[in-house]
């Protein structure tokens, strides 16, 4: 777990899932925002990351808090394109809005995925009111430490 | 799940677990106190209420957050008396400081658990850093929630 | 996992729980007996084996599996005793037949706890058709695993 | 559960996995087999059907009970293509044989899962030592009764 206090850089998304027009960082100052960075075919993602997504999405107002995942695809892209994320959105019923994390031109790792520094997936960003990051976790983090800091977030000044 | 700002009311314990000397939430302040009130052969606490008690233990440090356990028998009183306890405590390996509730003289129900109005077992009650009751949860409440509200009580002024 | 093939030897009970009158396994001849020994303030029998004795007899008909518990109480004795275990068989909801294994006279171990040659609890004991012990198993076994014993002794000759 | 006597129809692959050539079930003979139909993309096969898949290849030695995967793929064609599956079974790290059920022509569903008559997945046949179609089960089935079926085959003569 990582604390860091940078402004969050915005989201570069190839195309955008669950929403009807593609979201910005800067629009969403005021609320805390859950980024949640995953593979559709990532066996931890698939058993941990993406239910603490939801289980976020659920358990604070969506005035609150705003969940997004990030589909950053840094392995078998081949296999892992829109189509293939559309279907599995469908099959897991998954209802928070969904960037496609934009390919870079000659390397595996995203853009985004880059800005952020992750080490992988799932990664879990935590961004306060004010836009600045202050959680950046690779792997699997408690419930009870992360709702911790989601209510501190939360009674934050924006 | 209720919220109250009322002062916490003492505890009141015929002996204490796990500690060399009785603890008053009046010596508390400036620290979250998560009071669990729990049965030893009440199904739910033994399968969550216990374990969350422990989670919340493991994940805050004891100068933030205090755990106390509170032994509030109001059913088969005759089979759960302080050394049917101390074998529950031993085999568990509960290692937070535990209350046993003080009787009634003619009631079922012992003092503290009247005291804070507990419907049942297993509860949470926390309480703030100023010693006011801010939840008084009868049942499962999930990590996320729970830690959001710990959070929350974190960052208060005390 | 032992797997030995002498006559299982009779439960000595000092009171039975759950049956209107004493079983023996002798008039049991025919079905096979799943036998679980427990303690009621035992962490393992409680998460793992009590959950385990209750699936066999709902996944079985009666007619062909018959589960018995025995609690065997070799610790604690003072505060295990009949009217702790109907405490907790009651907040517990058991329903399968529960004989309170023989106190000996000059040891910690009960009588039927001794004859079987019991390691601790949770045990698991498994009785063939024709009254012959087929496993005597000491601590956590996997459902898929007991599942295919019980199978097999399911389809032998009485 | 339905308990049919039929032989039990070849498996028709496209292509398979994990094994160096393809499995018939005529060579299977003497052992029984435990064919697991599934979709990557399908949630209730990720979480419980592969799991459970897995647990029957590590509960039974290989010359009892051979475990095979059967990718039946009825929806979502274009993105669960043999190279797709070969990343996710690469990312679960499956190691069972695993038959890429054949594409009927002109209808959604592959030929094998037409011939065993599947109602979908996951969906787990369990064919006996003499080529005997014994369980077709669509949905979840409970270790402890899918452990007995399997126990009751492996004593019955091939």
Chains 1, 2, 3, 4 share one sequence.
Do not use: K
Request: hydrophobic fraction near 50%.
């Amino acid at each position: 777990m990582t604390l860091r206090l940078d402004i969050a850089p915005e989201i570069r998304a190839r195309a955008w899932l669950n929403t009807p027009q593609p979201l910005t960082l800067a629009a969403l100052r005021g609320r805390v925002v859950a980024l949640h960075a995953f593979q559709m075919l990532c066996p931890g993602c698939v058993s941990h990351g993406i239910p603490q997504a939801v289980a976020i999405q659920r358990s604070f107002a969506a005035a609150d808090v705003c969940v997004i995942g990030l589909h950053s695809v840094f392995e078998h892209h081949d296999v892992m394109g829109e189509s293939a994320l559309r279907a599995f959105v469908h099959e897991y019923r998954l209802t928070f809005p969904i960037a496609i994390d934009e390919p870079a031109a000659e390397a595996a790792v995203p853009l985004t995925m880059q800005a952020y520094g992750l080490q992988g997936t799932p990664s879990l960003v935590l961004i306060d009111r004010s836009g600045r990051v202050r959680l950046n976790h690779f792997g699997r983090i408690e419930d009870l430490q992360l709702g911790a800091l989601i209510g501190r977030l939360l009674v934050e000044p924006a």
